[in-house]
């Protein structure tokens, strides 16, 4: 299995941004798809972006579309958030995961793809 720690989360104002870095343990981190997922209190979990093996493909939820961007660099086995532009219903935990056992070119938007997840970081957007 696969350890992700996810940091960069905290508290900014509406309108600006954050980066958020998901680090993976092991040897195979180019082998995993890897996405990010939110959740707010009292809200489902909610696909945020999701990015394939290579980096060449992305997904993201219309929500964040045109605003956050998601990217990865296999040589330091960590993948990224950028979050721009931020909108108070942006706060949530934010979530990474890897898709261990993904195709070449999966990017998916389902969690239930994901096998391993992080704890979390918490994004507080502020109006």
């Known amino acids: 299995q696969v350890q992700l720690v996810e940091s960069g989360g905290g508290l900014v104002q509406a309108g600006g941004s954050l980066r958020l870095s998901c680090a993976a343990s092991g040897d195979t981190f180019s082998r995993y798809a890897m996405g990010w997922f939110r959740q707010a209190p009292g809200k489902e979990r909610e696909f945020v972006a999701a990015?394939?093996?290579?980096?060449?493909?992305?997904n993201y939820a219309a929500s964040v579309k045109g605003r956050f961007t998601i990217s990865r660099d296999n040589a330091k086995n960590t993948v990224y958030l950028q979050m721009n532009s931020l909108k108070p219903e942006d706060t949530a935990l934010y979530y990474c995961?890897?898709?261990?056992?993904?195709?070449?070119?999966?990017?998916?938007?389902?969690?239930?793809?994901?096998?391993?997840w992080g704890q979390g970081t918490q994004v507080t957007v502020s109006s």
């Open positions: 990015i394939n093996r290579s980096g060449r493909t992305v």
């Open positions: 995961a890897a898709d261990t056992d993904a195709y070449i070119g999966t990017a998916s938007s389902f969690a239930n793809m994901y096998e391993n």
